[in-house]
């Protein structure tokens, strides 16, 4: 009767020392995984972007013969899926100085834009993500040209304009830090040649916001 009390009493010991270890296990948080591994709320499923930012366009080979370089503004739109592939179109804008002068000193004028639409490939999901896109579009340049003449003693002044297209194509990439929910900042750099009648080659570097939805 002694043994059958003592084997009685060992059972409900270890009874009670089970029933205590659940009760701590359930009171444990859940274990956290490696550092890092915590998703973002863009970090599942494809998303949008839209960039906006400045920075300065350089111009090389013949161009630079022809052109200064001066700053430039630039927006794009664009859609990632949810294995890195996507898309994205820009638009960039730039008042940009030329070395051309008419006879009389006059300086030409110039607006310039720059339209692309490339398919684009970005790898990273979280805070950094690093892109990268080649593609085509256009290259579209205004120049104003002013000249005067002298007609009965009075001089006069004329202006014309020629509006000049070409394709072109470009490569571009970046990085950008999504230090915010809905986006962060980015950097850029952008390799363009115009391939129609005008020989024209630039760089672009630029900086600003992007955001994610």
């Known amino acids: 009767m002694a043994g059958l009390g003592a084997g009685h009493a060992l059972a409900n010991d270890k009874k009670s020392a089970n029933s205590a270890e659940n009760t701590t296990s359930s009171r444990l948080p859940p274990p956290r995984g490696f550092p890092g591994e915590e998703k973002s709320g863009n970090s599942i499923g494809s998303y949008w972007n839209i960039a906006f930012s400045g920075g300065l366009l350089i111009p090389t080979g013949a161009m630079s013969q022809t052109h200064k370089g001066g700053l430039i503004a630039e927006g794009k739109v664009g859609w990632t899926s949810k294995i890195g592939i996507g898309a994205e179109l820009s638009a960039a804008y730039s008042p940009l100085p030329t070395t051309r002068t008419q006879a009389n000193g006059v300086q030409v004028d110039s607006d310039y834009f720059l339209l692309s639409l490339a398919p684009k490939i970005t790898l990273g999901r979280n805070t950094l993500r690093l892109w990268i896109s080649i593609g085509g579009g256009a290259t579209i340049e205004r120049t104003e040209k ?68």
């Open 146 to 213: 002013a000249s005067t003449s002298s007609h009965m003693n009075n001089d006069m002044s004329t202006t014309s304009t020629v509006t000049s297209i070409s394709p072109s194509a470009s490569a571009s990439g970046g990085i950008e830090a999504h230090i915010l929910a809905g986006g962060g900042i980015y950097v850029s750099s952008t390799y363009t040649r115009s391939l129609g009648s005008f020989n024209h080659e630039n760089y672009r570097v630029s900086s600003g916001l992007v955001l994610s939805f």
